[in-house]
């Protein structure tokens, strides 16, 4: 077997390996935690970081065969651990592009959900689509944002919300990330909304609540190795459930041992981070409304803040208050939450935009964020590159790590294509 190189990226104006240490939250500006090499290589063999820095050295230091080896010439790109959308609702089929204009026209999202529109049509649609329909629309969207720069996605499920629909879910999840070639990571978001089909008989809040206790959460955990889901979410929100009505599915996850991530304060804060923190979650999102106890017990339970300013952006909402979350020893992610109802978008390095101008992150703290912080948040070994460590990467079509932000939704991968 040739000891070639089976990939090399060379020549990026910068390779950002975030490899460095955790950002200060009293230093924000510090640029250590990105890593940064300039005119950079990374080499690459069966999946494994083989060699990296700059690309004199690297080219003096592995074999490259003409026939076997992609060469990838990054001149005026940066080349970066591939970014991690760690929140999303992906799988959905259509759009609810006129709930958009009626918020803009001053409805409000409440509102849209009491007439049956919200969370709730998009489970009849779904429910009404055949497995090819939502394996298709996924595996598009997953390429799409393949092309800004992702190459982690967290899918949840959560418009399926009976136990058939929701172990269909999980089917076309994993079927999209094999024919997408995108890695993806699974939630099983049993708790989103009532199931529209049981919420107008009388008592149906309490049915779904003892149906999805009794059949669909065991159905879910009963799956094999390989079909089970790799996490657990509830809406815990005065739009959605109770810490109350919580509880029982997170006592359930933990004896099933699938760990939570979880929707809390996007309208109200319920204690939704508390009781985040209570059950180790890996992630407490939105955080819209949140208080300081809350905030505190997320970090001294290492759980993970996810803010989605494109669900915030697109409901007119002040945008949560990142730089307060690091104050109090809150490590920060941010992610899409790509869904139709309260954030149609794909695209990633924009949330970094968001982060900066309206959250208080710096430029170094919103790359960990879509890096370090979301991979932790998921248990991956990615976003950062290290000799020895996966061989993740995208290359952005930008000239410097300073650009993620400041070219506002403008930043591609450069060799892939959606
Ligand atoms: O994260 N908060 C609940 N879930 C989604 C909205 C889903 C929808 O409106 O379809 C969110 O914003
Ligand atoms: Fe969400």
Same mark, same amino acid.
């Given at each position: 077997?040739?000891?070639?190189? %089976?990939?090399?990226?060379?020549?990026?104006t910068?390779?950002?390996t975030?490899?460095?240490?955790?950002?200060d939250?009293? /230093?924000?500006?510090?640029?250590?935690?990105?890593?940064?090499?300039?005119?950079?290589?990374?080499?690459? +063999?069966?999946?494994?970081?083989?060699?990296?820095?700059?690309?004199?050295?690297?080219?003096?230091?592995?074999?490259?065969?003409?026939?076997?080896?992609?060469?990838f010439?990054?001149?005026?790109a940066v080349?970066?651990?591939?970014?991690?959308?760690?929140?999303?609702?992906?799988?959905?089929?259509?759009? /609810?592009?006129?709930?958009?204009v009626?918020?803009?026209?001053?409805?409000?999202?409440?509102?849209i959900?009491?007439?049956?529109?919200?969370?709730?049509?998009?489970?009849?649609?779904?429910?009404?689509?055949?497995d090819?329909?939502l394996?298709?629309e996924?595996?598009?969207?997953l /390429?799409?944002?393949?092309?800004?720069?992702?190459?982690?996605?967290e899918?949840?499920?959560?418009?399926?919300?009976?136990?058939?629909?929701?172990?269909?879910? *999980? +089917?076309?999840i994993?079927?999209?990330?094999?024919?997408?070639?995108?890695?993806?990571?699974?939630?099983?978001l049993p *708790?989103h909304?009532? %199931?529209p089909?049981?919420?107008?008989?009388?008592?149906?809040?309490?049915? $779904?609540?003892?149906?999805?206790?009794?059949e669909?959460?065991?159905?879910?955990?009963?799956l094999?190795?390989?079909?089970?889901? %790799?996490?657990?979410?509830?809406?815990?929100?005065?739009?959605? $459930?109770?810490?109350?009505?919580?509880?029982?599915?997170?006592? @359930?996850?933990?004896?099933?041992?699938? @760990?939570?991530?979880m929707?809390?304060?996007q309208f109200?804060?319920?204690?939704?981070?508390e009781?985040?923190?209570?059950?180790?979650?890996?992630?407490?999102?939105? #955080?819209?409304?949140?208080?300081?106890?809350?905030? +505190?017990?997320?970090?001294?339970?290492?759980?993970?803040?996810?803010?989605?300013?494109?669900?915030?952006?697109?409901?007119?909402?002040?945008?949560?208050?990142? +730089?307060?979350?690091?104050?109090?020893?809150?490590?920060?992610?941010?992610?899409?939450?790509?869904?139709?109802?309260?954030?149609?978008?794909?695209?990633?390095?924009?949330?970094?935009?968001?982060?900066?101008?309206?959250?208080?992150?710096?430029?170094?703290?919103?790359?960990?964020?879509?890096?370090?912080?979301?991979? /932790?948040? #998921?248990?991956?070994e990615?976003? @950062?590159?290290r000799?020895?460590?996966?061989?993740?990467v995208?290359?952005?079509?930008?000239?410097?790590?300073?650009? #993620?932000?400041?070219?506002?939704?403008?930043?591609?991968?450069?060799f892939?294509?959606?």
């Amino acid at each position: 077997m040739s000891a070639a190189v %089976d990939a090399i990226y060379r020549n990026a104006t910068e390779l950002v390996t975030m490899a460095g240490p955790a950002p200060d939250p009293t /230093r924000p500006f510090d640029s250590a935690p990105l890593g940064v090499i300039e005119d950079g290589a990374i080499a690459v +063999r069966a999946g494994r970081v083989v060699a990296l820095g700059p690309t004199r050295d690297v080219l003096a230091s592995v074999e490259i065969d003409p026939k076997n080896t992609c060469v990838f010439d990054c001149v005026g790109a940066v080349v970066a651990p591939g970014l991690i959308d760690a929140h999303t609702h992906a799988l959905f089929v259509g759009h /609810r592009a006129d709930e958009f204009v009626a918020r803009i026209e001053g409805a409000s999202y409440a509102d849209i959900a009491a007439k049956g529109g919200g969370i709730a049509r998009s489970v009849r649609e779904l429910r009404a689509a055949d497995d090819e329909r939502l394996i298709a629309e996924l595996a598009a969207r997953l /390429r799409r944002m393949r092309s800004f720069g992702t190459t982690m996605v967290e899918v949840k499920t959560g418009y399926g919300l009976d136990t058939e629909s929701e172990l269909r879910s *999980l +089917r076309a999840i994993r079927a999209a990330s094999e024919r997408a070639g995108v890695r993806v990571r699974s939630t099983f978001l049993p *708790l989103h909304a009532v %199931d529209p089909a049981l919420r107008s008989l009388p008592d149906g809040r309490r049915r $779904f609540l003892e149906r999805t206790m009794s059949e669909t959460v065991p159905a879910v955990f009963a799956l094999g190795e390989g079909a089970r889901p %790799d996490y657990v979410d509830a809406y815990v929100d005065t739009t959605g $459930f109770s810490v109350e009505e919580t509880r029982p599915l997170l006592e @359930a996850a933990k004896r099933a041992g699938v @760990a939570p991530r979880m929707h809390v304060g996007q309208f109200a804060d319920i204690a939704g981070a508390e009781l985040a923190a209570e059950f180790g979650a890996k992630s407490a999102d939105h #955080l819209e409304h949140v208080s300081d106890e809350g905030l +505190r017990a997320m970090a001294s339970a290492g759980t993970v803040a996810m803010l989605l300013p494109g669900a915030a952006f697109s409901l007119g909402q002040s945008m949560p208050d990142a +730089r307060r979350m690091r104050a109090l020893g809150v490590e920060v992610a941010l992610a899409t939450d790509c869904n139709p109802g309260t954030s149609f978008v794909e695209n990633l390095p924009l949330m970094a935009a968001f982060a900066v101008r309206q959250m208080g992150l710096s430029t170094v703290e919103a790359w960990w964020a879509l890096t370090r912080a979301a991979a /932790r948040s #998921l248990d991956w070994e990615g976003g @950062a590159l290290r000799v020895g460590g996966v061989a993740d990467v995208c290359v952005l079509d930008m000239p410097s790590w300073r650009a #993620l932000p400041y070219a506002v939704g403008s930043v591609r991968d450069k060799f892939t294509r959606a």
